[in-house]
Antibody
Framework: QVQLVQSGAEVKKPGASVKVSCKASGYTFTKYAMYWVRQAPGQRPEWMGRIYTGNGNAEYSEKFQGRVTITRDTSASTAYMELSGLRSEDTAVYFCARGTYCGVTSCSFDYWGQGTLVTVSS | DIQMTQSPSTLSASVGDRVTITCRASQSISSWLAWYQQKPGTAPTLLIYDVSKLTSGVPSRFSGSGSGTEFTLTISSLQPDDFATYFC????????FGQGTKVEIK
């Protein structure tokens, strides 16, 4: 069965960076793009970016451009999301999600990781 | 950016009620619209994609309709397991979500 398993919760100080991993199993990793979505407490989910796992090309939301880097390791079927210059407003649960049913430039997400809580606090 | 606006933000209903949630896009998104259900402390679950296609395992009491800029999610007979928050998502251009509709017990 398809599973996306993320790394554990993180507590970071303002200005630091965080790197979250997402290990995929149960399907061919390189056949689906992997997306990263975050959700602050009580807020709507927010699209951060995606990586085409086959060729490694990544694309980012304008909001996070310059602060976020998405990479993948095909040998480990794992995607990574690194966010730098952390501030208190970045406190949120970060999800990876598999893109399956796709439109023109993006997809809906049929499988999600369990989420990783990132807390930014001095 | 395409903005997604849901209404209502909160909906109070009883088991057996017919429930309708509306989602409006700031510009046309063709049929690239999905609906998710989310329960506290868990990831969203995909219910419907391409406006009206049910994901495998989703009960037939859920249905979706619409096109262009206006879309609806309908639950024909609300069940106890359906009390949750629902989000729409456009995936025409990147992927923005609506602000959510919390369906609570009346």
């Amino acid at each position: 069965q398809v599973q996306l398993v993320q790394s554990g919760a993180e507590v970071k100080k303002p200005g630091a960076s965080v790197k979250v991993s997402c290990k995929a199993s149960g399907y061919t990793f390189t056949k689906y793009a992997m997306y990263w979505v975050r959700q602050a407490p009580g807020q709507r989910p927010e699209w951060m970016g995606r990586i085409y796992t086959g060729n490694g090309n990544a694309e980012y939301s304008e909001k996070f451009q310059g602060r976020v880097t998405i990479t993948r390791d095909t040998s480990a079927s794992t995607a990574y999301m690194e966010l730098s210059g952390l501030r208190s407003e970045d406190t949120a649960v970060y999800f990876c999600a598999r893109g399956t049913y796709c439109g023109v430039t993006s997809c809906s997400f049929d499988y999600w990781g369990q989420g990783t809580l990132v807390t930014v606090s001095s | 950016d395409i903005q997604m606006t849901q209404s209502p933000s909160t909906l109070s209903a009883s088991v057996g009620d017919r429930v309708t949630i509306t989602c409006r896009a700031s510009q046309s998104i063709s049929s690239w619209l999905a609906w998710y259900q989310q329960k506290p402390g868990t990831a969203p679950t995909l219910l419907i994609y391409d406006v009206s296609k049910l994901t495998s395992g989703v009960p037939s009491r859920f249905s979706g309709s619409g096109s262009g800029t206006e879309f609806t999610l309908t639950i024909s007979s609300l069940q106890p397991d359906d009390f949750a928050t629902y989000f729409c998502q456009q995936y025409d251009t990147y992927g923005t979500f609506g602000q959510g509709t919390k369906v609570e017990i009346k």
